[in-house]
Every structure is written in C-alpha cells, then in structure tokens.
C-alpha cells in the first residue's frame, strides 16, 4: 500500500528509539547516543545543542551553526503519534506549539518559513531532528502546519530562512552567556554649581528666569528579559506574500569544477534527464547538476531514490 506523503517522515528521536529496540527498518544504522531518546526514557536536559555528524539510512548529515541557512524543498509535518513525547534536545513535542524537526540547524534555532504555494509565512523553533525521508527537509508540528495551510495535503513547496538574531539570543540564553545585567546608577539629584568667571572676566548677573536648576537623576539601565519563544511564536500573526509558481528538480550535486559536473552528469544518463547550469555563488561559480522538472512531490520521491542509488547519496529535493 501507498503511504500518504506525510507518513514516510519521520523525526530523528522516535526512529532512535525505534532501532534501539526493535532494529526496524532493515539495516539502519543508529544514530549517535545523544539522540537515543525512547518512549518513557528521561530525555537529556532541554537545551542548546548542535550535535556530532551522524548517518542515516547511508546519508551523512553535518550539523552546524549555519547563520546563512537558506534553503527550499519540500516540508512535512508530525502531529499526534508524537505528542507529549520527548525532542532530540530534550523538550516535550507539542503538537499545537510552533516547532519543527531539521536535520542539521542548531536546537533550538528559529526559522522563518514561506509556503511557496500560497505565501503564508510563519516564524518557527527547530528543536528536533528529523525528517528522514531523503525527499524532505523539515517536518512541522501539526500546527504550524495549519498555520502554513499545509495540514490537509501533507506536504507543501516552502523555503526554510534561518533567523540569525532570533537564533543567536535563544543560544546566548540556554548556554548560560548572557550579559550579566549591569546594576543602575544610584538616583541621587546633582545640583549645578555657578563657577567664578575667568581671570579678568567680570562677573555677570544671572538673567531672571535662568537661575540654576537641580539636574535630573541618570536613567538607570534596565536589565535584559530572556524572551519566551515559544510564546511569541504562539501569538504571532501570519504573513502573507505573494505566491509563485515552483517546479521540482532532483539536484544530484554541485561542483566548483565543470568536469566533475560533467562527469556526474554523464553518470546519471540511464537514470533521466540531466543537465548542467552555472549559478554564482557565495563561494564563486558552481556547476549544478539537476534532474527535472518533476510533475509532483511523488515523481520526485521516486527518481531521487534511483539517483541516491546510483552513487549519489548528498542528493536532494530543491524547489525553483
């Protein structure tokens, strides 16, 4: 039987568990013993984490703090199989909160993230790992999903923007580096005092009506407040933008040097269609090599598996 588009992602800390236990799902290789979360195990202390690489299903993946996180592709969502259980760093997935699973941004991390089908736009926190059907790249808690009005068909084209500021602070906060607050200035009134004029000055009379004045105290300095997260993203507003056509391609890589793009590409031959385009980039020019247009989530689902089985396991979803 066809699984439902949604189905087939799933978050790091259940498939953990899952091949802790049972070693479901073939032969999975786990992942490192910081993501060892199973049902009704205490969860490592919610917190910052980054995390080691780790492989799943024959894909390294890297996790970093990547500042400059851009990405599109295609999103899932997770909702009541999970709820109440425990998240890759610790904090319990509710399925009506604002979160996300991402397989390699920091947790918590926060992510703005645009529907590309029909522009809605929300603020989201990555706190767990996941998804891990190759064709996806974040999977949402059904909430958020609903926010995006993705809910009903289970998944959607979006992009994945990471808030830098946003970002930073929440680490700042759970590695324990704020700022220490600085106390204020003591409240004391500071009365101004008429000084004698300079060596052969005469001195004038004070103008009426400009007769010295006690100055004001100093404005103390206020203290940080750690920001609730999670509560500003429950109350935030959706955005809308205008939405755009997309079209889905199977990227099996990018290379600074053409002939390794030449190379795969000629590879990848029996597998569909593929050509090379040129794009600049933060790095200088890179040569993509790219399978599509894709008619849908589900051609796309399929020719990434015949491309990650002919040798190229970094390959990936992207929406244009």
Known sequence: MMRSPRSVAVPLWLLA???VLTGCGGNQRTAPDSYQVKDNTPAPATGYKVGKPYQINGVWYYPSEDYSYDETGIASWYGPDFHGKYTANGDIFDQNGISAAHRTLPMPSVVRVTNLENGRSIEVKINDRGPFAHGRILDLSKHAAEMLGMDLQGTARVRVQIMADESRQLALQLKGSDTAPIE???RVAVQAESLPPPKG???EAPRKGHAAK?????APVVAAVPVDEDQVLANQTVQ?????STQIYIQAGAFQRFDNA???NAALMGVGSSTISQVQTAKGAMFRVRLGPLASVVDADALLERVIASGYPDARV???
């Open 318 to 320: 992207v929406v244009d």
């Open 240 to 244: 809308q933008v205008a939405p755009h």
């Open 262 to 264: 030449n190379r795969v």
């Open 201 to 203: 000055k005469t001195e």
């Open 17 to 19: 568990g899952c091949l």
């Open 184 to 186: 204020a200035a003591p």
């Open 214 to 218: 006690p100055l004001p105290p100093p």
